[in-house]
């Protein structure tokens, strides 16, 4: 695994996107902190743009990978090497690939800004730790759904729809089941809510790491009770582990039982 | 070498292998023929674990196909198509193979044997469909393996190439190897083949020399051979 791993992730090293990612967030993140001067905000800033677009490049580079490099996948299958080995070799090869661009291309405006200076070192970590979940779970729900799909256009429409749901319409169904209960007590509902969904879950976090519940009223009161302590911390990082290990699995099972 | 059971597969519908039997134990060239859809690709990939039969039982040198990968070191295969990863260089993508399968190469000889020097560092997306097939089948022949799987070994080969591969066969079939061939070019079957096995709907439907099968059809010539067991079966 570690060979077929190595290999693709050279393959992307070479490809021009990884570096157009790159070079996206080293931007982003120098213009945040040297037009903001605060780097607190810069993480809240930091923290939209990551929550939408990470999920969407991890979805949309790992359903492209998959279906670019069937031919390879082909080759590899009659090699003396485990079914479950080449599909998470390149799962790995893509999601590191990706979280590399994320870390360095953020990390690298941040240290030269000073950041290990200052007390939000901890907010930072947070939200390159979330990213990271965010381009592992969304890359295995890619390879998920490209490895069930022969034809590339439905995966393709899947694997898009997938983040369109989980992103967007996710949120609008939240909030109004919250507005047509709102005459039931919803503290445990929407603490549920928001955990299930991996990029929920993310953002609450983050919010509430940079002390804004306040904003938040009431719930953000019961969030932040819940959250906010090494409990609550605890048991967010586990479902976003389960949320990459459950693909993964299934990712594995199915590869075991596919015909080439 | 080569032991199949009651071999059965479905894709959706359509079935295609239905309790195939096979056993082939000493070495030769063997060419597995059929008219297009009889299940030849699907009974090689059944061998070489790329399709997951619905019921039967494979075995190669003794280790059941399902659950021991390792199987594979001793297969050396040819893929109908050579698509290969485009933006690698012939020459890493052949040092990736033998990184990834561990085994001694002859790989240098195979190269020039098929003129590929000077593709050696262009993109494999930049070649032409027979240089691919060369590197194709540089892949398949640089390990030392007692079984050959060949899907269509002479797409594409210029009549130069095609003397080689035939040389190479030749040769390996004198070190006692086993090699299974696809092949819908009766000549070159008929030149290289020791045995034919011929598959229809899904079944052998006939297993012996060329010999034979001219004795069994009471024709002469192979080609009209092939085409009697055909029509023979249609009655």
């Known amino acids: 695994m570690i060979k077929i791993l190595k290999y693709s992730f050279y393959d992307l090293m070479r490809s021009r996107w990884s570096y ?42 790992g359903v492209m990978y998959y279906y670019n490099s069937r031919e390879f996948t082909e080759l590899l299958l009659a090699q003396p090497i485990k079914r479950s080995s080449i599909f998470l070799g390149q799962y790995l090869g893509v999601a590191f690939s990706l979280t590399l661009s994320l870390v360095l291309g953020l990390g690298i405006p941040f240290v030269l800004y000073g950041l290990f200076g200052s007390n939000v070192i901890w907010d930072f970590s947070l939200l390159l730790v979330t990213g990271a979940f965010l381009t592992l779970i969304f890359t295995a729900l890619a390879f998920n759904i490209a490895i069930s799909n022969e034809n590339k256009i439905k995966g393709f429409g899947y694997a898009v729809l ?61 969030f932040k009770k819940f959250f906010g302590t090494d409990f609550g911390l605890f048991v967010s990082i586990a479902i976003l582990l389960l949320w990459t290990i459950l693909p993964i699995f299934r990712l594995a099972y199915k590869a075991n039982r596919k015909d080439f | 070498m080569i032991q199949v059971n009651d071999l059965h597969k479905k894709f959706g519908k359509n079935q295609v292998l239905q309790g195939l039997d096979l056993s082939i134990d000493n070495g030769g060239i063997f060419a597995v023929l059929g008219p297009n859809g009889s299940g030849k690709t699907t009974l090689i990939k059944s061998i070489l674990g790329m399709v997951i039969p619905n019921k039967g039982d494979i075995s190669v040198q003794g280790n059941r196909v399902k659950t021991k990968w390792k199987y594979r070191k001793e297969i050396n295969y040819l893929p109908q198509i050579a698509n290969f990863p485009g933006n690698l260089k012939v020459k890493e993508l052949i040092s990736m193979i033998m990184d990834l399968r561990q085994k001694p190469v002859d790989a240098e000889k195979l190269i020039a044997q098929f003129n590929l020097e000077p593709h050696l560092n262009k993109k494999l997306a930049t070649l032409s469909g027979g240089t691919k097939q060369k590197v194709n089948i540089v892949l398949a022949f640089m390990f030392d393996s007692p079984l050959y799987i060949l899907d269509e070994p002479t797409t594409g080969l210029d009549p130069n190439a095609l003397i080689q591969l035939k040389q190479l066969l030749d040769q390996e079939k004198k070190n006692g190897k086993m090699i299974l061939i696809t092949s819908h070019i009766l000549q070159f079957v008929e ?3 020791d045995e034919v096995i011929y598959l229809l709907e899904g079944k052998i ?10 004795k069994k059809t009471g024709k002469d010539n192979f080609e009209h051979a092939i085409a009697a067991i055909a029509s023979q079966s249609n009655d």
């Open chain 1, 162 to 222: 997938l983040w369109l749901f989980l992103a967007v319409i996710y949120d609008g169904l939240f909030l109004m089941s919250l507005i047509i209960l709102e005459d039931y007590p919803l503290d445990t509902f929407s603490l549920v809510a928001s955990m299930l969904n991996p990029i929920d879950l993310s953002r609450t976090l983050i919010l509430l790491k940079l002390d804004i519940s306040a904003l938040l009223g009431y719930t953000g009161a019961v």
């Open chain 2, 205 to 214: 439907y006939f297993k012996g020399s060329i010999a034979d099968l001219r």
């Open chain 1, 20 to 61: 157009v990612y790159f070079i996206f967030y080293l931007l982003l993140g120098f213009v945040l902190l040297f037009l903001n001067n605060d780097v607190s905000k810069a993480v809240i800033t930091l923290m939209n743009v990551i929550i939408v677009l990470v999920p969407l490049i991890g979805t949309i580079f």
């Open chain 2, 191 to 193: 030149e290289v083949a």
